[in-house]
Each structure stands twice: as C-alpha cells, then as structure tokens.
C-alpha cells in the first residue's frame, strides 16, 4: 500500500563489469549496486522506480519504468530541437 508512495527514481548512469552506478533524481546522490540485485536486462539510461522498506532502497523490488524513461527522452529531444533552432550558425566572430 505505501510501497509505491515512498519510492525513489534511480537512473542508471553506466554499467562496469557486473555493477551498475544509479543516480537519484531527487539529490543526485550516487551508489553503486550489483546488477544481480536489479531487474534483469536493466542497462544505461534505464530509469528505475525503487520502493524503500525501513529508509533504505529495496531494489530487488525495483521495477524498470520504460514510460518514464520515454518522457524523459522526448524532453531532451525537445530541449536539443529548441537549442539548435537559436543557433544561428556559422563562425564565431571574436
């Protein structure tokens, strides 16, 4: 019932070897967890909706959230396309 209300979103930053370093959204804070402990097939990029049991992340219940994860890259597409139309290209002049 309070499961899904507490729990936290992690990123995968990058996976080394058999450890993947996740990122929190909310403070950026950064841990290193064995793949082992993660939902199978979880790589890069992958976002993570982690439940807490006693303050601390259960992730062997963690789900992968793929709709997030599509949101996210639509909006830094969106943010890139915005970019890329205010740059008027060409040299820069010193």
Known sequence: MGGEAAARIWVVDRVEGR???????????????????????????????VPQSGGQPAWRRARVDEELRRVRLDEAEGALKRLR????GGDISL
Do not use: T
């Open 19 to 49: 450890v993947a370093l996740l990122v929190a959204d909310d403070d950026g804070a950064r841990i290193d967890v064995p793949l082992a402990r993660l939902p199978g097939g979880v790589g890069e990029g992958a976002v993570l909706r």
């Open 85 to 88: 139309h205010r740059d008027p």
